[in-house]
């Protein structure tokens, strides 16, 4: 079946936007209506139309608050204006909602009285459903059997007095699912890699509360990731995003896949993973097994995979490490991926001004074909298209450079080709161009410095430079745009396929997920298979 993409937690804090546009801190009770956030909202779903195939919108019902001695706090429980708010999410759901091309859902994040329940995005497969703020979790639960909605644990990995999960409290017919990744980090477990280290706010993850805790339960949850909060940009790449294996892109097809739990989740690069023991997907319960099983799985990286791990009741039994298995041919018809990575320039601290970046171009191939296109965008204002078989062209924005912190300055395009070793590739952007053909590109990088217009902006603010430029190199170099071009990475470093012979089981329940990694530090985790024995 398909895998089909979107983000379960861009959230929209509608009284927070509203004093943020009065240009108040925090007040008790914010006025009612939603209409200046309305082409807030808008933009987010249209700008995820591009690159989302499913976008639940998630209503955040609460603000901060001041007291009369200054003590800042959050809201819990129902403020009527809530309603209008709702309302207007539900009406924009109905609006954007079209099935085969952008599915939409409304969701909300539900608190309850922040004490020990943890933090659940609350969702359901129907228009108009009711915005549920009561503030026991057992009192939630019971509604959502009874309406047929799910609720998702967020960062359950903190602690319970921190709105971590408490997996106690746990129904697998409410929650099929739970988010194992998102802004804040990584739920999976304490001893896996990535941290809960975003929000100094929360505090760190706890061992009790991870999705490994629940799986060690015994409990059946699937696992997905999606970014919470995107800075109203849906499906922003690096803080989570679910994939979902459907049979067509339809609400109900969609929430079929979710409540199988045939989901996983990646922390941004849209890595493709199949996995299956015997016959039964990911997300599935094998019964009573009667002899040996066997594990399949084949993954297709963005970018050059790292290892393939099997974490079998909380340990790693199995790894392929595949850097390093492969090497970069050099003739023929190739098949490879070619990372462009868009960035850097000018920052505050050597006194230039900073601002928005815009680039343009083209990669044509003089041979071949161009197989796939990706993206890896952290705000609005990018987007490519194909123009032909052998050509793309793009349009990207990025920030400014902020210190040490990336943020929104950086921006991926990845475009997978088949062309011949020595056919001609030709990278046009702005003024620059490269030259290349695949197989040099599998042996070094290149790079594109924008120190022309460096000297420029150098010259333009703080005036002429001459017989200067030489002392100036490293504040030329250092505060230039630049483009680098990866090194390509032939179909051979980017996919891999495992099949492998699982038995021994106890009595019991086991569970088997498969953790993928790049080179590139980007993760993907699948649902478990449990086997019942």
Known sequence: MPIYWGDMHTQFNLAHMRLQAQGVDAVAEPPGGAADCEAFVRRAFEGARDYLDFFPIVYYPAHFTRNEQGFRSETVGWKDYYAADWAMICRLVRE???PGRFVTFAGYEWSGD?????????FH?????????TLHIDDLYANLRARG?????????????NRGKDWAHFDEQVSPIAEIYSVHGSSEGCGAPLTMFRNGSMAPRVSMNTIQSALNRGLRVGIMASGDNGGGFAGRWGIGLMAAIAENLTRESLWDAFLSRRVYGVTGDRIKLDYAIDDAPMGSTIERPTGPLTLRASVECTEALD???????????????HAGTWEPPEEGLLRCKLPFEFGWGPTAHYGIATGEKQWHGRLRLREGRIVSVEGAF????NSWRQTGDAEVEFDLTTGPRRGAAEGDSQARLIVEIEAPADGMCVFECDRHRLTFTPAEAMRRTGLIVYDQESRERITEQFGPQEGL???LRDAVYHNAHIIKRHMAIPRAGYTAALELPIDDFAPGRSYLYLRVSQLNGQYAWSSPIWVDV
């Open 96 to 98: 954007y909602h079209e």
């Open 114 to 122: 922040r004490t020990r329940w943890g933090d659940h995005n609350v």
């Open 125 to 133: 497969p129907f228009d108009d459903p009711p915005l549920d703020l």
């Open 149 to 161: 909605g799910i609720a998702i644990p967020h960062h359950t990995g903190y602690a319970f007095a």
């Open 307 to 321: 290892r393939i791990e099997v974490i079998r009741d909380g340990r790693v039994v199995h790894t392929h490490c």
């Open 378 to 381: 952290t705000r609005h204002g």
């Open 469 to 471: 430029w030489d002392d």
